[in-house]
């Protein structure tokens, strides 16, 4: 048997660039999240296979790493492979290169199933994943560690909600989290710059209406925490980590 990973090509658009031509982490994340339901369709557990049992995915949490960078009409080519479940978290990584082959970005991905009425996890059942033959492969020595779910620090600032944030569970997308996060980030670092390390934790679902709330911490370790907040139930529905800044 061949190991389950899958290689796609995106030519990088100008609406997934910032006002440099980069290639944002939203736009990244959007490639990302297409090229594992790609991945997933193949392997029998996409999202039509899965919403025929009133089952779907949800992006838990996400960790990128950068190490290069790509531009407006480039062409990035994305390898993806599923890795051994935990019993409520399946796993996905992902390596990113640009047009001549050098990596730019790593990254890893936890998934929940959840049941699409309750809108509540599910046990992946033992039987799921009984054909695959995972990649051995990590691009990270180890899994993501916990995000702090500490007070939430200085307000950057509020938004509301409109339609065109939703996708098609009818929630806030997971790339519109980063594109928050971001927002945060470059009002105090350079359009030309980007992060190194970027981590989010998707906790609590976003809706159409919602007012929400993005807030800074700085860490004395390094690094800066943002929260995404519901303020209506002041409840933290994202927290993210920045680390590390490079001059594009």
Do not use: C
Request: aromatic share 12%; net charge negative; glycine share 6%.
């Amino acid at each position: 048997m061949t190991e389950e990973v899958f290689r796609k090509s995106f030519e990088i658009h100008s609406y997934d660039t910032d006002t440099t031509t980069q290639l944002s982490f939203a736009g990244l994340a959007r490639y990302l999240q297409d090229i594992a339901s790609f991945h997933a369709d193949k392997l029998g557990l996409g999202y039509d296979d899965l919403l025929a049992e009133n089952k779907a995915w949800v992006l838990r949490q996400l960790k990128i790493a950068t190490s290069g960078r790509a531009f407006w009409k480039d062409k990035v080519t994305i390898e993806t492979w599923p890795k051994v479940p935990d019993r409520l978290l399946a796993w996905r990584d992902f390596l990113v290169f640009d047009e001549v082959g050098n990596p730019i970005a790593k990254a890893t991905s936890a998934w929940l199933l959840i049941d699409v009425k309750k809108r509540r996890p599910l046990r992946m059942e033992p039987g799921m994943f009984e054909k695959y033959n995972f990649r051995k492969q990590n691009v990270f020595d180890e899994k993501p560690g916990s995000l702090p779910s500490a007070e939430p620090g200085e307000k950057i600032y509020e938004t509301t909600v409109r339609f065109s944030k939703l996708d098609l569970n009818d929630h806030v997308n997971n790339a519109e989290f980063i594109a928050w996060v971001t927002d945060a980030y470059y009002m105090d670092y350079p359009h030309d710059s980007y992060p190194e390390n970027f981590e989010i934790r998707y906790d609590h679902e976003i809706f159409m209406g919602d007012r929400i709330g993005i807030f800074k911490k700085i860490l004395p370790s390094g690094g800066i925490i943002y929260s995404i907040n519901r303020m209506e139930d002041e409840k933290i529905a994202g927290i993210a980590r920045v680390s590390g800044s490079v001059k594009g």
